[in-house]
Every structure is written in C-alpha cells, then in structure tokens.
C-alpha cells in the first residue's frame, strides 16, 4: 500500500471517498492519484461505493398511500416565507450558533463510520435461506426549538470520539506492525494484542503461518527447531499452519469483506491444504477456487489475480491445466510483462501444441514471445507451431515471425526448411544474416555474398537512420528482437562482425583484418574484436601488428585467459620470452588447472635452459592429466638431454 507519510495515509481516505464526503480538492486530487498505483485502495472504494448503493436500495421503501394526500393539502393551505423573512426568523430561534467547523468534521467521521458498518452488514447478511434484515430501522423525533441543534451537536461529538478512539487504535496497531526493532512475527503478535480482529494484523499473521506451513512441509524445519524427516510428520504441523492462515484470513475478510488481496490468501491456504490433506481435499479445492474467483470478480482488471488462479490450478495434486491456461491468457492479456514467468511453470506439463496455443491471446506478438521462449527450452514442435501461427495472423510483425522460425530451423540444424521461410522473406539484414548462416552451414560458396549482403543491407538502414534490422514498430517487438540480438542490435557492427568471423573461419586472413578494423572503428571498446583482428593478423604474417593489438585486448579485460594466451604466444613469437612466461604465469594464478598454460610454460622454461622448472611444471601436468602425452614426451626430452 502506497503510503503519503506517517501523519496523513492516504489509504484512510477510502471510505471518506467513497461517500464523496472529501471536500478539499487538492486532497480529492492526491487519493485519485493515489489510486492510479494501489489496486487495494481502488478495490476498497469500490467495494464501498457498491456496498453504499446496495445498501440505500436495499432499504428503499414507497411511501404510504394516504401520505402524498396529507402532503399536498398541507402545501395548499401552508403560507410559504419569503427568503428575507426565513433567514429573521432563523435567526431570532438560534440566538447562539454552532460552530459549522465542528457539525461538519464529526458528520464526515460518522458517514465514514456508518458506511463501513453498512458494507459489512451487506456482506454478512446473506444466508443459505435466503436474505434476512440484520436490523430494524427505528425513527426518533428530536424534537424542536433549542433542543434539536443541542442534541445534533451531543450526538455528534459522541460519534467524533468513539471515531477518534478507532482511528488510534489503527494507528497503534500499524506502528506495531512497520517497527523494524522486532520480529514480524513478534511484531503481529504485538498488533492483535491490541486489536484482535485488525484486518491488517490477521493478514500479516495469515501470510507469516503460510510461510512457516510451506516451510515445514517443504524442508521439515518445524518452528521449535525440530527437523521432521517423513512426510507423515511434517503433515500435521504442516496442516496446522495452513489452518491458522484460513482462519485469520477468514477474520480478516470479516472486517474487510472487499480487498482482493484477502481472498486471495484464503485462496492459497486452502489451496496448499488441499494438496497434503487427501482426507479434505475436495473441500479445501472447491473453497479454494471460490475464494480466488471471488478475488478476481472484486478487481476483475488485475493480472496478478489471473495470475494467482492458474498457480492455484497447476499445484494441485491434479493440475487442472484447463482452468490454469484459461487464467494464465487472461493474465497475459491484461499485462504481457507476465508471460515469461507465467509459461515458465507450464514448461514441464507436457502440453501438446493446441494446449501451449491456448496459453496466450491471439496476437502476433504474444504468439511470438511465447515461440522464443519454447524455442529456448527445446520444444521445437512447439515453438515452430507458434511462429507459424503468428505469421498467419497477416500483421505487420509477419517478418519478426519469419525470422524467428528461420532462426529456429538454424539453430536445429535444418538448413534446407530455413531456406524455404528466408526465400520468400523481403531483404531485411537480419533475415538476410540467417540465409548467410545457412548457405554457410550447407558449404555454399554464395554465403560470403550473403554476409556481405546483410552488411550493405544495415548500411543503408543506418544511412536512413533506421534502427531496426527487422519491420519491428512496437515497443515491445522491439525488445523482442533485442533480447535475442544481444549487445549489437540494430547495429551495422552486429552484420560486420558476422561477416570478419566468417572470414576468420575461412582463414582469409587479410580479409578477415580489414572486416575487425572496421568493427573497431564503430566499436573502439570492444576487446573481443582487438583479438580476433590480433588472430586475423597474426595469420596473415603481421606479427607486430597482431602483438600489438593483442596488448590492447588484455588491456580492455585482463581477466581474460583467451586473451592472455593468444598474447604471450604473440610475445614468444616476438622473442619476448620472459614476458610470455609472465602472461603463462598469470594465467595460472588465476586458473591453476589450466594444463595448455601449465604446457606452455614447461616448453618455454625447458628452452630457456632452466630444466628444474620445466620438470615441476611438466609434472604437475601429469597431476592434473594422467598420461598426457605432451608432458610425458617433454620429461622424457629432459632426462636423455641430462644423460647426455
């Protein structure tokens, strides 16, 4: 709950609101705002708002027939005052006046008061019966004269009081409950010793046993430190925790019959019951599902609710997949944020295709994330049904759709179905870049015109100042693409960089040079790129050129051993002995167990005459690899050289 500070809490102004009863406009103005990001306070006046309507139709009566008879004859016979003579006559009957200040704050404590008392009442009367009034309605003359604003202004104070004694006692069971000295489950305790039945304090404490009750049955850590090795023992303590939540939730519903979020514990109590109570099972479910649907009818707009039911459906003994997805497309639906983690928990259900397509809304992009996120779990089955059913949508996302079930068919090695999807897809970079990958993958000669293809094809986007490879207008298909392109989407560097390491592969080593110089030139910072031009020029004979771009690569990440290694075998080659051996050393200071540094290192020493060192490394080779082939050829080269 979104709090404004600790002397005025917005979320007080629930029923203040709802009976229209605040006057400031600035104030008015602050809950709405308020509002806007606390789906409990809207909740709360909703609820009270119906509950208040509810309420004054439910007691509406007609008047009696004789009434509008007395009435009319009363007006006909009745002089009417003018505004003039009303006003003098007002003022000599009320010789002293009541200060309006005060009417008025003790009338909007008693409205306050008065419609919680009525939501309440609205929530508790029905019964299995059928409706009974919980009250009579009972009318009292207060008389005339002098007497009447007296008794008004006595009623109202007494009103204003016992509002005043609750509002203080909400206000010390709430300090008990935010302290940060104590416990939460110290700090409870405290708060229903002050208010047994305080909504707030029972949802805390129902939350707290939740947790202690899936606690004990998940890791058998009882709350007096035992630990309950079987199931049957964790079971009992285990169902008495889940017990206690039901019943305070139960209380705290009492007091606070329209927040969501207290059905929606009940919900997960019953829930975690019924999944280790077999003799109550069918009871704790069916209450259950009752109370999270009538969580989602008081705030049907929240996905988080959604949310919640399709957990509740799928940790059942017996997931009930049908309710689950239905909850789950509803959820997505109103908040696509949530589909990741919301299919996450359906991953190891085995769905079949048509289950998975009613997981989501039929939109293209819903259709599309769903896809990638099956494609990296491995359901490609699964996946590549999704992307087809995306791009028979006909949106404007059909592209993204292609190039995801390209990808897809790439990265499962069937390159011959990628080609089929790439030939009829337009000449963007990207879908380009995948045909480039999978002429390359089948030895086609034409994959180097291809890479350039996407290069030039980036190259004019760039020039348009366009930043998506792919027609991607959404925000959200956007950060689709992005979350699969990694660090260079939407970058001609990401296509120029796939052409140097195709290059690289191909060991067209000057090629390959000028293609990393020009992924230098737009990203100067980038060390991978300094070592792969450091591999491409050492390659092409360039040695000093390669050592030196090496030391720029260790310079951007010396945590690096890749970068470590190719730079001491650069300063070997360069003659650096003593330096190369230094990089071999740093490498395994850092990895020890590194056996092609621990190699390197023996040869270099055995070369530069210091035969002892050699023999320890080659040795602690043999440790590390039994029967290494290198370290025991080298050990043997050094025992004939010293025989000699």
């Known amino acids: 709950m979104v709090r404004a500070s600790p002397r005025h809490d917005l979320s ?38 119906e509950t208040a309507a509810k309420m004054a139709l439910a007691s509406a009566r007609p008047a009696p027939e004789p009434m509008r008879d007395r009435v009319l004859e009363a007006v006909s016979r009745t002089r009417q005052l003018s505004p003039a003579a009303a006003h003098h006559r007002s003022a000599e009957k009320a010789p002293r006046q009541i200060r309006p200040g005060w009417i008025a704050a003790a009338a909007g404590l008693a409205a306050a008061a008065c419609l919680g008392v009525a939501t309440v009442a609205l929530h508790t009367r029905a019964r299995a019966s059928g409706e009974r009034w919980l009250a009579t309605v009972r009318v009292a003359s207060l008389g005339v004269g002098r007497l009447r604003p007296a008794i008004v202004s006595a009623a109202s104070v007494l009103v204003a009081l016992a509002c005043l004694t609750e509002i203080a006692r909400v206000t010390l069971v709430e300090s008990r409950l935010e ?55 964790r079971r009992p303590s285990a169902l008495a925790g889940f017990t206690g939540a039901i019943e305070d939730a139960e209380v705290a519903i009492r007091a606070r019959p329209a927040d969501p979020y207290l059905h929606e514990t009940l919900a997960r109590a019953h829930g975690d019951a019924a999944a280790i109570d077999e003799t109550e099972r069918a009871r704790h479910q069916a209450a259950a599902f009752a109370s999270m649907r009538r969580a989602i009818a008081l705030s049907p707009h929240n996905p988080h609710l959604y949310r919640s039911l399709a957990a509740l459906a799928l940790g059942q003994p017996e997931p009930v997949v049908p309710v689950a997805l239905a909850a789950a497309r509803a959820a997505i639906e109103r908040d696509p944020a949530l589909l990741p983690g919301i299919a996450e928990r359906f991953l190891g259900l085995g769905l ?56 897809s068919l790439m990265r499962r090695g069937d390159a011959a179905r990628a080609f089929e999807v790439l030939d009829a897809a337009p000449g963007d970079p990207e879908l380009l870049l995948l045909r480039a990958q999978a002429l390359s993958t089948a030895g086609d000669a034409a994959a180097l015109d291809a890479y350039r293809a996407a290069v030039g ?25 992005a979350s699969v392109q990694g660090r260079d989407a939407g970058r001609v560097v990401r296509y120029r960089r796939a052409l140097a390491e195709f290059l690289s592969d191909r060991q067209l080593w000057e090629q390959s040079a000028r293609e990393w110089d020009g992924v ?86 055995r070369r530069a005459g210091d035969r002892a060192s050699a023999v320890i490394e080659y040795r602690r080779v043999l440790d590390l690899a039994p029967g290494n082939a290198d370290a025991s050829r080298g050990l043997a080269a050094l025992a004939r050289s010293a025989g000699e």
């Not at 004019?460 to 959404?474: C, E, G, I, M, S």
């Not at 300063?571 to 395994?588: H, P």
Request: aromatic share 4%.
């Open 520 to 605: 230098i030139a737009e990203a100067p910072g980038d060390p991978t790129a300094h070592h792969e031009r450091a591999l491409a020029l050492r390659g092409a004979g360039r040695t000093a050129e390669a050592l030196e771009e090496s030391r720029r690569a260790v310079a951007l990440d010396g945590s690096s051993v890749p970068f470590r290694m190719a730079l001491a075998q650069n300063l070997w080659e360069s003659e650096q002995y003593y330096q190369a051996m230094n990089e071999w050393r740093a490498v395994l200071s850092g990895e020890p167990g590194n056996i092609e540094a621990r190699l390197a290192l023996a040869r270099a020493l």
């Open 179 to 233: 302290s940060r000295n104590e416990p939460a489950a110290v700090r409870v305790e405290r708060a229903l010793a002050i208010a047994p039945r305080d909504a707030e304090a029972r949802w805390a404490r129902a939350r707290l046993r939740l947790a202690q009750a899936r606690r004990v049955w998940e890791s058998g850590q009882a709350p007096d430190g035992r630990v309950l090795a079987s199931w049957e023992e």
């Open 352 to 407: 079949t295709e048509a289950q998975w397509a009613d997981l989501v809304p039929n939109t293209s992009l819903d259709r599309l994330e769903l896809g990638l996120l099956l494609d990296r779990a491995g359901l490609a089955a699964a996946a590549e049904d999704e992307f087809r059913r995306a791009g028979a949508l006909g949106s404007k996302d059909a592209s993204l759709a292609e190039w995801a079930l390209a990808r």
């Open 12 to 49: 007080l102004l629930t029923g203040a609101y709802a009976a229209d009863a605040i006057d400031d406009p600035a104030e008015r103005a602050r809950f709405e705002q308020h509002m806007r990001h606390c789906a409990q306070c809207s909740g709360e006046v909703r609820g009270l708002a």
């Open 457 to 481: 094809s980036a190259e004019k986007l760039a020039a348009r100042r366009a930043t998506d490879p792919l027609p991607a207008d959404a925000p959200r298909a956007r950060a689709l693409v």
